[in-house]
């Protein structure tokens, strides 16, 4: 099952960016987020209410939905749509794969618990060879003010990703499921996203093509309900930093469409990140040896 899930997620998340580039041209931005997170929370909600599978919450938990909103549904989008202005989308992919590591680092931090060295040494791997993989991209990218905060952005969208991956992991534990928080952190996201457009000006314009509709669908059902639901889930079942593992395959997935309907030609280094990446991949799900018994122990038995 956590399987499945997985590859579920890295193939829909992998596949998003088609629907992404397919949203750029009449509506702005931050309005095409709000109508995708709206669209999702109402999905979810029709569905949890139908099956009367909706959970209810008490105040706390209705905090940390707004605070996983905020970071999962909001803020780090915004960063990321942000950043590419100014920095290449192979940059943000390696920046953003940093999750595996921010994941364990945060899990150590909010709820002790011990970093696996096998996660730490495939995640390295993971971002060296996404370093490889889009390293003509990076290397023909000149530093500048605007680089620096396209890589700051790109972090800060990366750090809101993993706190989104903290909060929904705190409410698992509590005994809410994916389905509930993202309804509600959906909602909450799309509200406040809503509020700033409206301060800011932006105008809520629609553009009713084919091309514009299709990709809000997909990025609504699959990219949304289906996506973070999946990726939430395994965050619960096998833990934030095997869970984010994620963020370093489906740049693949992207880069092997992108060679199929736009043309991207493999290279020699990025056949070896793709390598790097896969060792990567085995040694995060390489279950840890037990430990052996003592000697004494093994004596006395």
């Given amino acids: 099952m956590n399987l499945s899930l997985y590859l579920l997620t890295v193939l829909i998340w992998g596949t998003t960016w088609i629907a992404l580039k397919l949203q750029l041209g009449v509506v702005a931005i931050p309005v095409s987020i709000v109508y995708r997170f709206a669209l999702a929370a109402l999905v979810l909600f029709v569905i949890l209410l139908l099956s009367r599978r909706l959970q209810a919450m008490n105040r706390r938990a209705h905090g940390l939905c707004l605070a996983q909103g905020l970071c999962l549904f909001c803020v780090n989008f915004m960063c990321f749509l942000t950043a590419s202005q100014w920095i290449p989308s192979g940059l943000i992919a390696v920046v953003f794969s940093t999750a595996t590591l921010w994941n364990a680092l945060n899990a150590r931090l909010f709820f002790g618990q011990k970093i696996a060295a096998n996660v730490l040494a495939g995640g390295a791997l993971g971002l060296g060879g996404l370093g490889l993989l889009f390293w003509p991209e990076l290397a023909g990218h000149a530093a500048s003010r605007e680089t620096v905060l396209g890589l700051g952005l790109a972090l800060l969208g990366t750090l809101c990703f993993s706190a989104g991956n903290m909060l929904s992991s705190l409410q698992q534990k ?102 790097l990446v896969m060792l990567g991949n085995l040694l995060v799900f390489r279950k840890p040896r037990p430990k052996a018994p003592p000697a004494s122990l093994a004596a006395s038995a």
Avoid: D
């Fill in 174 to 275: 509590a005994g809410l499921r994916p389905m509930t928080t993202n309804a509600w952190g959906m909602l909450y996201g799309a509200t406040m996203l809503g509020l700033y457009c409206l301060l800011s000006g932006i105008p809520f314009g629609m553009e009713w093509s084919t091309r514009y509709i299709g990709s809000l669908l997909y990025l609504v059902i699959p990219g949304s309900v289906i996506g973070f639901t999946a990726y939430l889930t395994l965050v619960g079942r096998m833990g934030p930093e095997r869970a984010a593992y994620c963020t370093v395959l489906f740049p693949l997935v992207a880069l092997n469409v992108s060679a199929v309907a736009e043309g991207y030609q493999w290279t020699l280094p990025a056949l070896g990140g793709l390598v």
